[in-house]
């Protein structure tokens, strides 16, 4: 079995394991948008990229589709490879600003700009809708057509099809489907409304806590949320001395 190391730990995995496995298997976040358990690995949204030592070569490689090799020196989180994925998260924010997940990682990369022009698409091209309905649905009424700029989602000759058993699990997948907590219409391209605040439920739905994460921070007014930490501080009030 192979043996290499990851962020120091030296790892045993089974043949055939990718590093992002292998970085799952020691609790090590990586981040992703176009990978599933279940699904084929993909390695298009490139956010998974680690910094592989192999020998004297040092290289960014997709995690979920590089393999683990005996020998391998992994960093998961270097300067390098965070630099490569807030870079990353900065296009998707400019691509998709609607998308609460892209708006979540953003956050939690500590994006504070995005020097690129909102575009307001409605997919990154991660294909996991198409993967979801090929592989696990079984009916692969959907797929890619064109290239480049000009590649899309689409049914085949744009109807639907009738492998197509309208069960929705395309749009349960989608990582852009599910909007941010501003709506579709938000004045500011970045949110960071969840930028180091840390969850917290102000009120109950029918005796459920509130399922968004981050809850109801991004409800909250401010193009950073600093004032948020105050108000979510006990206000504690000291006396007065008098002067004598």
């Known amino acids: 079995m192979p043996t290499l190391t990851m962020n120091g730990i030296t790892v045993e995995v089974e043949r055939g394991t990718t590093l992002l496995e292998a970085a799952q298997f020691l609790g090590l976040p990586i981040p992703t948008l176009c990978h599933e358990d279940g699904l084929a690995p993909y390695g298009g949204c490139r956010l998974c990229v680690v910094e592989v030592v192999n020998g004297a070569k040092k290289s960014l490689q997709s995690s979920c589709t590089y393999p683990a090799l005996d020998g391998l020196q992994v960093f998961t989180h270097s300067a390098r490879?965070?630099?490569a994925r807030r870079l990353l998260?900065?296009?998707?924010?400019?691509?998709c600003?609607?998308?609460k997940r892209i708006q979540d990682l953003a956050s939690a990369m500590g994006v504070r700009q995005v020097r690129y022009d909102a575009k307001h698409e409605h997919c990154i091209q991660c294909?996991?809708?198409v993967r979801m309905c090929e592989q696990q649905m079984m009916a692969g009424a959907i797929g890619f057509s064109g290239r480049g700029l000009h590649r899309e989602v689409t049914r085949p000759f744009d109807t639907t099809s009738d492998t197509c058993r309208q069960c929705g699990a395309c749009l349960y997948i989608c990582p852009v489907c599910e909007l941010r907590c501003a709506g579709p219409d938000a004045e500011s391209t970045l949110c960071n409304?969840?930028?180091?605040?840390s969850t917290a439920c102000f009120q109950t739905y029918d005796n459920a806590m509130c399922s968004l994460d981050p809850c109801h921070a991004c409800e909250i007014d401010g193009p950073f949320r600093a004032d948020v930490r105050v108000k979510l501080q006990p206000q504690i009030e000291f006396p007065v001395l008098a002067k004598k």
């Open 81 to 83: 490879v965070e630099k």
């Open 89 to 95: 998260v900065e296009l998707y924010v400019a691509t």
């Open 97 to 99: 600003p609607q998308s």
């Open 127 to 129: 294909g996991l809708c």
């Open 193 to 197: 409304g969840c930028l180091n605040i």
